[in-house]
């Protein structure tokens, strides 16, 4: 089986989260952007993404810092391999991150690259039938801790010179969580980095929109993984009336107590 180098596997991004402070101007300002500073903001296009995290019982994967993801789009699905990421000047973090289209092939690569990590999880996975979600589960003795809802708008991000190349990708997540059956909802924004491109060509991006949305967009280090968790954490009892809005998105109040349960 091919060998999944290093590169393959990495992704760079920065995050930036939409503070509750004119949450939808501020949602609709994004959306509208077409430049920012010397930067271009081209091609949007936007699709609905539901997120399912498959672990073992005993959260195998997820106590050694690795995660798989089966993820349905409009018109297709993928399987995503996510594991230990770390943090760059300026904010942004590199993790290792292999997303793949839903294949026989693609899930016999995230679960050789698993096992090549030290990782082994059931099943002969050197075949070319390709399992059901359900089969996968089964045979690999997973099952779903977390699924979520987004509506995700995309746009690359050039800068401002002729024949300039795309250096990143701006993505606009609106995130719908139901820990418990209580929907929270999240807004973010992610500079993703292009591969190949240089890592520090983010900040300066990232200082632009924060600069542009004082007090409106923050730098945020916790991915949507982790929020979900801290959600179930927080919704236990069902949801304070300081932690949610009437409309279900997350308070300034609910990102507080979301940091607290992440740094212990």
Same mark, same amino acid.
């Given at each position: 089986?091919?060998?999944?180098?290093?590169?393959? &596997?990495?992704?760079?991004?920065?995050?930036?989260?939409?503070?509750?402070?004119?949450?939808?101007?501020?949602?609709?300002?994004l959306q509208a952007l077409e430049r920012i500073g010397?930067?271009?903001? @081209?091609?949007?296009?936007? +699709?609905?993404?539901?997120?399912?995290?498959?672990?073992?019982?005993? #959260?195998?994967?997820?106590?050694?810092?690795?995660?798989?993801?089966?993820?349905?789009?409009?018109?297709?699905? %993928?399987?995503?391999?996510?594991?230990?990421?770390?943090?760059?000047?300026?904010?942004?973090?590199?993790?290792?991150? &292999?997303?793949?289209?839903?294949? =026989?092939?693609?899930?016999?690569?995230?679960?050789?690259?698993?096992?090549?990590?030290?990782?082994?999880?059931?099943?002969?996975?050197?075949?070319?039938?390709?399992?059901? %979600?359900?089969? &996968?589960?089964?045979?690999?003795?997973?099952?779903? *801790?977390?699924?979520r809802i987004m509506v995700r708008e995309t746009r690359?991000?050039?800068?401002?010179? =002729?024949?300039?190349? #795309? *250096?990143?990708?701006?993505?606009?997540?609106?995130?719908?969580?139901?820990?418990?059956?209580?929907?929270?909802?999240?807004? !973010?924004?992610?500079?993703? /980095?292009?591969?190949?491109?240089?890592?520090?060509?983010? +900040?300066?991006?990232?200082?632009? *929109?924060?600069?542009? *949305?004082?007090?409106? /967009?923050? @730098?945020? /280090?916790?991915?949507?993984?982790?929020?979900? @968790?801290?959600?179930r954490k927080l919704m236990q009892d069902g949801p304070?009336?300081? @932690?949610?809005?009437?409309? #279900?998105?997350?308070? !300034?109040?609910?990102?507080?107590?979301?940091?607290?349960?992440?740094?212990?």
């Amino acid at each position: 089986m091919e060998t999944i180098t290093a590169a393959a &596997l990495t992704e760079t991004e920065t995050t930036l989260r939409l503070t509750a402070e004119r949450r939808q101007d501020t949602l609709h300002e994004l959306q509208a952007l077409e430049r920012i500073g010397p930067y271009r903001l @081209l091609n949007p296009r936007r +699709e609905t993404v539901r997120d399912s995290y498959l672990d073992t019982p005993g #959260r195998r994967l997820r106590n050694s810092r690795f995660a798989v993801r089966i993820r349905k789009l409009e018109q297709e699905t %993928r399987i995503t391999l996510k594991g230990p990421s770390t943090r760059n000047p300026g904010g942004s973090r590199t993790r290792l991150e &292999l997303e793949l289209p839903w294949t =026989a092939e693609s899930t016999a690569r995230v679960f050789s690259e698993l096992a090549s990590r030290g990782i082994t999880l059931r099943g002969d996975w050197n075949h070319s039938e390709l399992p059901s %979600r359900e089969d &996968l589960m089964a045979a690999a003795g997973l099952e779903p *801790f977390q699924n979520r809802i987004m509506v995700r708008e995309t746009r690359d991000v050039l800068r401002n010179k =002729a024949g300039s190349d #795309r *250096f990143a990708e701006m993505v606009i997540d609106q995130v719908a969580y139901s820990p418990g059956g209580h929907e929270c909802r999240h807004a !973010e924004m992610e500079l993703e /980095l292009m591969p190949e491109a240089d890592p520090a060509l983010l +900040e300066p991006v990232a200082n632009r *929109f924060l600069d542009a *949305f004082e007090g409106r /967009l923050v @730098l945020w /280090l916790h991915g949507k993984l982790a929020i979900g @968790l801290a959600l179930r954490k927080l919704m236990q009892d069902g949801p304070a009336p300081d @932690l949610l809005d009437s409309h #279900r998105w997350l308070t !300034e109040e609910g990102y507080r107590r979301i940091r607290e349960i992440l740094k212990r």
